[in-house]
């Protein structure tokens, strides 16, 4: 079984520019989540998506970052303009539902270098 | 607000001694408490998920156990293959159903 699928694996920006990053789930995943992880912590979660609703975007600082999920599948994280404590990885992660008894399966992350 | 503590932060270990590692937390309403590995480069892998006070689940050389404040995962003589980050996380009964992740402890195996 093909797991997470993110691209690209490492990205280097200025601060104000703008940068995309894209994650395809384990095929018949409903839920997805975009995690950033900055060096040194464990991951916070910035936005949840049951098919192609939101279901939890209270840590996204909507200013800056926005996302999508094409037709319940893939889906894109965009950031527009970046600062530098935006350098992170951007990890994907795809349960078969929502909920505790679902495992959370995470993509390899992208890391974001904001000079 | 959930809060997940993880210590240490840094462990290092000689092949074959055994030790634990804590999670505390403070969460209203536990869903879930979970125990995922992070290699470096890599994501988070799914080792083993704790619902009730008393559990226990097993894993080769890992073993994670819960209590109504905190979460021991206990590794047996391990080996070099065993180095990595381990991250703890809760999920709350209401509300969001988010996990909120501790920062790790960053476990090395020495051979």
């Known amino acids: 079984e093909a797991g997470v699928a993110q691209s690209p694996r490492y990205k280097i920006i200025e601060k104000r520019q703008s940068v995309a990053f894209w994650c395809n789930p384990i095929s018949g995943h409903a839920t997805l989540y975009w995690y950033q992880q900055i060096l040194g912590q464990g991951p916070k979660l910035l936005i949840q998506f049951q098919n192609n609703g939101v279901v939890d975007d209270s840590q996204l600082p909507k200013d800056r970052f926005s996302a999508e999920r094409l037709k319940g599948v893939d889906s894109t994280l965009k950031i527009q303009p970046a600062k530098l404590e935006d350098s992170a990885v951007y990890l994907c992660?795809?349960?078969?539902?929502?909920?505790?008894?679902?495992?959370?399966?995470f993509g390899p992350g992208t890391r974001l270098t904001v000079t | 607000e959930d809060q997940v503590t993880q210590s240490p932060e840094a462990l290092r270990l000689q092949e074959g001694e055994s030790s634990s590692l804590n999670c505390s937390y403070t969460v209203s309403g536990l869903r879930g408490l979970f125990w995922y590995r992070q290699d470096p480069g890599k994501g988070p892998e799914f080792l083993f998920t704790?619902?009730?006070a008393g559990e226990e689940k097993e894993k080769e050389r890992l073993k994670a156990t819960l209590t109504k404040k905190e979460s021991f995962l206990h590794i047996t003589a391990p080996k070099p293959e065993d180095s990595a980050t381990y991250l703890c996380?809760?999920?709350?009964?209401?509300?969001?159903?988010?996990?909120?992740f501790g920062q790790g402890t960053r476990l090395t195996i020495n051979p």
């Open positions: 992660a795809s349960s078969l539902d929502a909920g505790s008894f679902y495992e959370q399966y």
């Open positions: 704790l619902y009730s």
């Open positions: 996380a809760v999920r709350r009964v209401q509300g969001a159903q988010k996990l909120v």
